[in-house]
């Protein structure tokens, strides 16, 4: 096994975005892309001599591969250790579990999410810290500076490594440790949900249905769900991944996962179901008749996780991401919680969850999760709904509708315009901060423009600022409308626009989002000249 040091240049554009760096396969397939971006993670965090990484990806078209150089890379930069999920499988949430009890140096993410998989579709690869993370903005900072200066990376002349039988093997004096991916994330789940309570639920009769979308949460649902909870055989739908995901997408929304939003607005709905998406950090609720938005979900779960026993005396505060719904706000008032506002991207929640400001945190992309790992986990969040469920013994639309009822509604959507030109996506923003000034105090579609800002976020734990995080305006009587440029995706650029009407009429539990939301949808297009400017007169995806 020989050594390498190979002669390498900057590739341009190796720029980690919301959640590490993500690029069209082609792109991460192409000469060095791989190997440069690498390097510079390991360069960018001081070096891995003698350290110890989790690695593990999603399973797209790609992993597998780039799996085996990655090994090869560690090794020829004297990496003591590697924890790798067998078959180089592990969800986004079971490697932050790993990384955290394992008491590991960090890890490597291999994953695109809810972007598609494929030779024609997408790869992503990010590096997590020692606290279980995704990296924050210091370190993703560095890892960029690294990749515009990068001359050489070290790899290993080597045989592949066989990933599929567990225990410890040696390459070039790197112990390289397969591990089961749900194993260790399963008895997790354990101490933190009443198994005994949802397996009684189960035993009565109750309905459930989970849709893994083809992507890495089939065998964690089947472990939990059906082994451990006693769920019937069929529970789990296209619970077999595969790399390209069934050639979908494998997103958890009502676009996306349709046939299960289907089966459960049809006459043989489940009790309760929910969806997943590629490397299981986000979660989708559906009860009969019924989608819940992400916004409402976490609102919800706040508002109940005392009854799971984890969460039992109390949460310490929560947090969403600046376009979520101030739902959870809602929650935080009345039950005197600390509430805070971060940027969009899992990474921000971080400080606020290691310094114990926070229990539960959320977003309104359907990522949801608690402190007891450093990442969103979508099974998580289903299984505290499988527990609220048990203890309240009643159908998810009356609990949903009781929460209204109690905590006030607030309507939500989000409309995203995709792949629209980066020079019109510009135009838009800067079209829009020259106007906030003047928006501030005036009238806009028969409303008072509250607040118009940019928003910045200033972390309360280590002091430093975000800026550019997205612009909103706040509108007399609870609207509120959000513009932000979407930071995963990996052609042109995307539009995401934000809507929320809050109400505290009790009236609302019967009202329909689409007609309530309708003008605040036609007051951003006017507000920010969508259709003059990118000539798109609708969103090609309403989440
Ligand atoms: C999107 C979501 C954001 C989420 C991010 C990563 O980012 O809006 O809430 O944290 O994806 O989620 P953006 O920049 O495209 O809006 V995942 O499940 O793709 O890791
Ligand atoms: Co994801």
């Not at 960090?106 to 992503?124: K, Q, T, V």
């Not at 939990?224 to 595969?242: D, E, M, Y």
């Amino acid at each position: 096994m020989e050594q390498m040091t190979i002669k390498t240049t900057p590739i341009e554009g190796q720029k980690p975005g919301t959640s590490g760096l993500r690029k069209p396969t082609r792109t991460f397939m192409s000469a060095h892309y791989l190997e440069n971006y690498v390097q510079a993670i390991f360069n960018g965090i001081g070096g891995v001599a003698g350290k110890t990484l989790v690695l593990g990806g999603d399973g797209r078209f790609f992993n597998d591969r780039a799996i085996q150089v990655i090994l090869r890379m560690a090794a020829a930069n004297g990496v003591a250790h590697m924890i790798v999920g067998q078959g180089g499988i592990l969800s986004t949430p079971a490697a932050s579990n790993l990384i955290i009890q394992h008491k590991t140096d960090g890890g490597l993410i291999l994953s695109a999410s809810h972007n598609p998989g494929g030779i024609d579709a997408d790869f992503g690869l990010k590096y997590n810290v020692p606290a279980g993370g995704p990296a924050p903005e210091d370190v993703t900072a560095e890892i960029f500076a690294q990749t515009t200066t990068l001359s050489e990376y070290k790899i290993l002349e080597a045989q592949d490594v066989d990933l599929s039988t567990l225990g410890s093997s040696d390459l070039a004096g790197m112990r390289i440790e397969i591990v089961d991916p749900v194993h260790d994330w399963a008895d997790l789940m354990e101490t933190l949900f009443d198994f005994d309570a949802i397996r009684a639920l189960f035993a009565g009769g109750f309905t459930f249905r989970f849709d893994a979308m083809h992507a890495v949460t089939g065998p964690y649902a089947e472990d939990v769900f059906v082994n451990r909870l006693g769920a019937p055989q069929g529970t789990v739908l296209n619970g077999t991944p595969s790399p390209d995901f069934g050639g979908g997408h494998p997103d958890p929304n009502p676009i996306w996962a349709k046939p299960l939003v289907d089966l459960v607005m049809g006459p043989d709905a489940p009790d309760f179901a929910a969806a997943s998406d590629g490397d299981g950090d986000r979660n989708m609720i559906l009860g009969k008749g019924l989608y819940v938005t992400p916004s409402d979900s976490l609102a919800l779960l706040a508002a109940n996780a005392h009854l799971a026993p984890a969460y039992k005396d109390g949460l310490a505060g929560v947090a969403r991401s600046m376009p979520t719904s101030r739902a959870v706000d809602r929650v935080a008032t009345a039950k005197g919680l600390d509430c805070y506002e971060t940027p969009t991207g899992w990474k921000f929640f971080g400080n606020l969850l290691d310094a114990g400001r926070i229990t539960i945190c959320g977003e309104e992309s359907a990522g949801t999760s608690s402190d007891h790992v450093r990442e969103k986990d979508g099974l998580w969040a289903i299984l505290l709904w499988l527990n609220i469920l048990a203890v309240r013994k009643k159908p998810v639309l009356d609990l949903v509708r009781a929460h209204w009822a109690e905590f006030g509604r607030n309507f939500y959507a989000r409309y995203d315009y995709e792949g629209i030109e980066a020079e019109s996506a510009n135009t838009l923003f800067s079209g829009l901060r020259d106007a906030l000034p003047g928006l501030v105090g005036g009238e806009l579609g028969g409303r008072i423009v509250e607040t118009a800002d940019e928003f910045s976020y200033h972390d309360p734990v280590d002091g430093s600022v975000s800026s550019a995080q997205g612009i909103r305006l706040t509108l007399s009587g609870g609207g509120r409308i959000v513009f932000r440029l979407s930071g995963t995706g990996t052609v042109g650029a995307t539009l995401r626009v934000y809507l929320e009407e809050a109400t505290d009429d009790p009236a609302a539990v019967d009202w329909d989002q689409t007609e309530v939301l309708a003008p605040l949808a036609a007051l951003a297009d006017d507000v920010a000249g969508i259709a003059r400017i990118t000539g798109r007169t609708a969103p090609d995806v309403i989440a």
